[in-house]
């Protein structure tokens, strides 16, 4: 339960220092994920779950923080956005 507090009180901190996990927003606006391969199943959820609870506080904060490197997320240079997309490297949420 107090896992849950804590991700509701600050999401995008619980997000990228709890979970690790990359936040930022694509090019319209919508709040992505970022997962390494060493992410299990349970922590991908977990943080698609509060990531979808709390989209509204993610994005304004984001918005906020345009230039924080550690709320955004750089696209790889030398692949595009299906190959990018293909490999898991993040994940909207509609």
Not at 4 to 26: G, K, N, Q, T, W
Not at 34 to 51: C, E, K, N, V, Y
Not at 53 to 58: D, K
Request: charged share 20%; with cysteine; net charge negative.
């Amino acid at each position: 339960m107090a896992v849950m507090i804590e991700a509701c009180h600050d999401p995008l901190a619980f997000l990228v220092d709890r979970l690790c996990c990359s936040v930022y927003l694509d090019g319209t606006g919508n709040v992505c994920l970022g997962f390494s391969r060493r992410h299990g199943l349970t922590d991908m959820m977990t943080a698609q779950g509060i990531a979808r609870s709390n989209a509204g506080v993610l994005r304004d904060r984001l918005r906020q923080s345009q230039g924080a490197p550690e709320a955004t997320r750089p696209e790889p240079a030398g692949t595009s956005m299906a190959e990018h997309v293909a490999l898991g490297a993040f994940c909207p949420l509609v």
